[in-house]
């Protein structure tokens, strides 16, 4: 079985973060692990606070991890400081991750900062580097490469330029623009888009995360990178047309709606 870790903030609610990680590899019946970077207080109305693990204790959780276990791809999501951001990239680095998958999670939908501002620099120059690809929405690429992000031609602009900072590949996700949910993939030489429809729902806490945790797995399980994205779009997509409300607000997708109406004698012994 393939072995995937999440580098990633906690999410009590259970729709994003290190939560929705776990449920995303399980779907995708690869063995998931974990590294808590932050623990966040938050439900479906939004994060109400944040709280960041010590530096050293997350060290300490990379390492268990590696020196026991072979890690066949690591996705990355919310880490909030510098220090945090150094930290994983170090330990990535010295560990020879590979196939590593960066979601720079910045602001939750709420309107919560879950990177410092100072920290977008360190992002940039030690993170972005090191990773196989990094998959930011409009939002997150604009402040990686300082510019609005319009229409699809600047989506590729920006593409090009974060590709240029060090990252293999770059994906660059268009669900917040008005017009159909493009994303932009580009490797260096190619430019390829991979359209979703636009679904009709309020309930899509942590498609972010989820997204970039499927790439991951196929990653893991082979597939190239072009292939891996592709499933993973169809997977996100099914996904949010089968998500649901929980509470008052924000509601999540369905992780396991492949999996829905299997009998549940099926597991009784």
């Known amino acids: 079985m393939k072995k995937v870790l999440t580098i990633a903030g906690s999410d009590s609610c259970g729709g994003a973060g290190i939560q929705a990680d776990l449920k995303t ?13 932050s623990v966040t207080a938050q439900n479906t109305q939004g994060v109400t606070d944040a709280y960041d693990l010590p530096v050293e204790v997350i060290e300490k959780q990379i390492s268990a991890i590696f020196d026991d276990i072979k890690v066949d791809a690591v996705k990355i999501g919310m880490l909030s ?62 402040l990686i490469v300082q510019m609005d992000i319009k ?24 669900g917040h623009l008005n017009d159909d949910a493009i994303d932009v993939l580009f490797d260096g030489q190619d430019y390829y888009q991979f359209k979703g429809s636009r679904i009709k729902t309020k309930n899509t806490h942590g498609t972010g995360c989820t997204l970039s945790s499927a790439i991951a797995s196929n990653l893991a ?20 047309e089968n998500s649901f409300s929980i509470g008052m607000g924000v509601g999540p997708v369905d992780h396991f709606y492949a999996f829905r109406g299997l009998e549940v004698n099926k597991y009784e012994r």
């Open 25 to 37: 590899f399980s779907a995708h019946l690869v063995y998931g692990m974990s590294v808590i970077t």
């Open 81 to 142: 400081s510098s220090e945090i951001i150094s930290i994983v990239a170090n330990s990535l680095k010295l560990h020879k991750a590979q196939n590593i998958v960066l979601d720079p999670v910045m602001i939750s939908k709420s309107g919560f900062n879950l990177l410092k501002e100072d920290a977008v620099k360190t992002l940039i120059n030690e993170l972005i580097p090191i990773c196989t690809i990094i998959t930011p929405n409009i939002y997150e690429a604009s």
């Open 151 to 174: 229409d699809l031609e600047d989506m590729k602009i920006a593409c090009k330029k974060i590709y240029d900072k060090g990252a293999r590949y770059v994906l660059v996700k268009g």
């Open 221 to 240: 399980l082979g597939f190239d990178i072009v292939e891996s994205i592709r499933r993973s779009k169809n997977y996100i997509q099914n996904a949010i």
